[in-house]
């Protein structure tokens, strides 16, 4: 579990209680339940009439619920600390104006062996800094390997086809596993998505642009030609029809629009080169080319 402010005392007082909990990480985190409501200010006593209330936090507004000032106050972070029984990483800037340090001090205390703490020297509270947020990411990156066992696939063996799954987390979260490799495909929260992974349409243009990649890397080595780094950056969108373009749904077309950068010194043979064999991608042919996609529908009992 990881909780950054207020999350952080959220996860300290719920970990001993989890157990499937293998460690626990916290940034910024008040170290008290008094700390916790006493920068809920005037709002406490709207949450207490009205059962919820929006409170102000440094930069970020929250919906604080009668549930979680009851929760707060019934709950010891002390004891919740020290019973806890699981590995502990502490963040915190020593120059926290929201929370301060001491807090982090006191957690430590607490909380018995196997403990960690670091300094986020130079940060603020929310970590606004991207650097302060990587280096933050990057400890506890380096940290968590120690506790967590090595990622598994999700079945026994490695499966022959691609399973996409929903997770059952957000609206269109879905699990997706390839062989040994697991990740998330998702849609942007602009259309009500989590934003957790890239979208079926970011699935394609990361089809083409690693098998373009992979296409022009095998090409080099055959000419043996010194290309250093190869990157491709492709971007999607439909299209109204041009003319003399066949046309799909409403009119239009999709469009890959794919930039092929190499870090040597291009001729204009080489680049005329270059072009012919990225078409010769095998994914760019399937985009190309009209393909059958063949649909069956099962229980999932079903054998």
């Known amino acids: ?11 300290l007082a719920v970990a001993k209680d989890i157990a499937e909990v293998r460690a626990v990480i916290t940034i910024g985190a008040p170290a008290d339940a008094s700390h916790v409501l006493h920068h809920l200010g005037a709002s406490l006593q709207e949450i207490e009439e009205k059962g919820e209330a929006q409170v102000v936090l440094g930069l970020k507004t929250f919906t604080i619920k009668r549930q979680f000032v009851e929760d707060v106050r019934r709950r010891s972070l002390r004891e919740a600390i020290s019973t806890m029984k ?3 990483l502490i963040l915190h800037s020593p120059l926290d104006q929201v929370v301060g340090v001491d807090n982090a001090t006191r957690i430590f205390l607490a909380a018995k062996h196997p403990k960690s703490f670091v300094s986020l020297d130079r940060a603020d509270h929310f970590l ?5 947020a990587a280096f933050a990411a990057e400890v506890i990156g ?12 999700q079945g026994d063996e490695p499966i022959e086809h691609v399973q996409i799954m929903e997770t059952g987390v957000g609206r269109f979260q879905n699990a997706v596993q390839a062989g040994r490799h697991r990740l998330f495909a998702d849609e942007p929260e ?31 080595e055959r000419k043996q030609l010194d290309l250093g780094r190869i ?3 492709v971007s999607h ?9 066949a046309g799909g749904e409403n009119g239009k077309i999709d469009c890959f629009t794919r930039v092929i950068s190499v870090d040597a010194e291009l001729t204009e043979d080489m680049r005329a080169n270059f072009v012919e ?3 010769k991608c095998p994914v760019h042919r399937t985009l190309e080319a009209r393909s059958m996609v063949e649909t069956k529908i099962r229980s999932r009992d079903e054998a």
């Open 1 to 11: 579990l990881i909780g950054h402010s207020l999350g952080g005392a959220a996860v």
């Open 237 to 245: 969108e439909k299209l109204h029809v041009r003319d003399g373009v």
């Open 142 to 153: 380096g940290w968590l390997p120690r506790y967590l066992a090595q990622d598994e696939p």
């Open 128 to 132: 606004t800094d991207p650097k302060d």
């Open 277 to 279: 064999i990225a078409g």
């Open 190 to 220: 602009s259309v009500g998505g989590s934003d957790t992974g890239p979208s079926p349409y970011d699935f394609l243009s990361i089809a083409l642009g690693a098998c373009t990649s992979m296409t022009l890397r095998l090409y080099a």
């Open 86 to 88: 699981k590995p502990l």
């Open 231 to 233: 990157q491709v950056d």
